[in-house]
């Protein structure tokens, strides 16, 4: 479409840079949401009297929610549009906090992780490809770093919080909070979150027009009289055939293998990581505090890969990221006795792999067409966190069998290493083309 290269070539709108700013929100509450489980594990593994494997699968369980949101719920945006798909996503996130905080047994919390992870899950692709859509060319790798940086901060917040909610109300208090951000930022969307202008100029749902042109509004650009040609686009079927088949397959299964990879990585270190140090050094405080150095250090490094992505390449930067966080993995499981030394090696953890994230969230869109983005994304995040799944719950064992800390970071250097040959063997992007017969331009 001309129409959106040109919005594409210009600088960003005011517009513009308030939707990135509500996903940005929305993405800090998703990161809250989903650290207060390993924030409260400790306290909640005394009340309940749990062991290291039950505890591997409550941190789990939001992990599945999030693989299965991914999977199922992120095509839908490719159908009903990305502004209705983060709308359910937000309510089903705000329903599962809700439930946990009235949870009664490890059962019933481990089902309403899951519940609010689907919603996480459904919500976190669907807003990268929003973002990415609503990025101008030029400042698309730098808006995306500031978007994933939502994340991190979120976990953040959860960390500083934690620790006086927990020691004042103890453990239901962190999902209580969570209950309400998510309400709150639920009614703050329906309120602010636009619809994607490729939604609505290649799928053209009813009043397609109308909002293109409030859309246009709010742009400072004028009004159409009647949609743009299009290009017939592909169905649901179609999306899936764009991903699976042809020369983009073969991209494809690398971004799932190089992301799932990574994922498994990250989430061993932000679910287990406070629980071992807090076990390390009998100190519920620390193994908190380490938390929230290591998702401070991601705040970091989305925001350096931000800055560094308008001289660098993406995925330049996201080789150099995969390389540099196995080496501060094996690091860390040398160190991790000593704390001063510990925290110091967790954060530039946290900023490396909070980094990678970042370049995966930059470089996958462009490969896949804007009838098949959604389900593109959604599908590479859904595996690797269907991958990502078994690193906690594999440590839960790891540990019950009697391993060192030590020897469990450096084991996790080797998906580290996968995931940089994954990147490395990733040809540039070559988006196919929408099938090149035209038809009448008119709202469906």
């Known amino acids: 479409m001309d129409l959106l290269a040109e919005i594409r070539r210009s600088r960003m709108s005011r517009f513009q840079i308030r939707a990135v700013a509500v996903a940005l929100s929305l993405t800090l509450i998703d990161g809250f949401d989903v650290s207060v489980m390993a924030y409260a594990a400790p306290n909640l593994s005394r009340a309940w009297d749990i062991g290291p494997v039950t505890l591997g699968y409550l941190l789990s369980a939001g992990l599945f929610g999030m693989a299965a949101g991914s999977i199922f719920l992120t095509p839908a945006a490719d159908r009903i549009g990305r502004r209705k798909l983060t709308l359910v996503s937000m309510t089903i996130v705000t329903l599962g906090m809700v ?202 490094g989305c925001f350096l890969f931000s800055a560094l992505a308008r001289r660098w390449r993406s995925r330049l930067l996201l080789v150099g990221a995969l390389t540099a966080a196995a080496v501060a993995y094996a690091l860390f499981g040398q160190v991790s006795s000593r704390t001063g030394v510990a925290l110091a090696v967790v954060a530039i953890l946290g900023m490396l792999t909070t980094a990678a994230i970042a370049g995966f969230y930059t470089v996958a869109p462009d490969v896949y067409t804007p009838v098949a983005r959604a389900t593109g994304m959604g599908w590479m995040i859904g595996v690797g966190r269907l991958v990502s799944i078994t690193a906690p719950v594999l440590v839960g064992y790891l540990l019950s069998g009697g391993w060192a800390p030590q020897k469990i970071f450096l084991l996790f250097t080797v998906p580290l290493l996968a995931s940089l040959l994954c990147v490395v063997a990733l040809r540039k992007p070559l988006p196919r083309p929408l099938p090149p017969k035209p038809v009448a331009a008119a709202a469906e």
Request: hydrophobic share 45%; proline share 4%.
């Open 99 to 300: 439930l946990s905080v009235f949870s009664q047994d490890a059962t019933q919390l481990i089902a309403f992780r899951v519940l609010t992870g689907l919603g996480v899950g459904g919500m976190m692709a669907n807003l990268n490809v929003l973002v990415s859509e609503y990025a101008s060319d030029t400042s698309r790798g730098s808006v995306i770093g500031i978007y994933a940086a939502g994340y991190p901060i979120g976990a953040t917040i959860g960390g500083f919080a934690a620790n006086p909610l927990i020691a004042d109300f103890g453990w239901r208090a962190v999902f209580a909070t969570g209950a309400a951000l998510s309400g709150i930022m639920l009614v703050i969307s329906w309120r602010c979150l636009p619809e994607s202008l490729d939604f609505l100029l290649i799928r053209r749902p009813a009043d397609a027009l109308g909002r293109t042109n409030a859309i246009l509004a709010k742009l400072g650009r004028p009004a159409l009289t009647e949609l743009p040609a299009r290009r017939e686009t592909q169905g649901p079927q179609g999306a899936a055939r764009e991903i699976l088949t042809g020369p983009t397959r073969s991209q494809t299964l690398k971004l799932w293998a190089g992301y799932g990879c990574l994922v498994g990585a990250y989430y061993f270190a932000n679910t287990w990581m406070p629980k071992i140090m807090a076990s390390v050094s009998g100190d519920d405080a620390l193994g908190v505090t380490v938390g929230t150095v290591a998702n401070l250090g991601g705040i970091v």
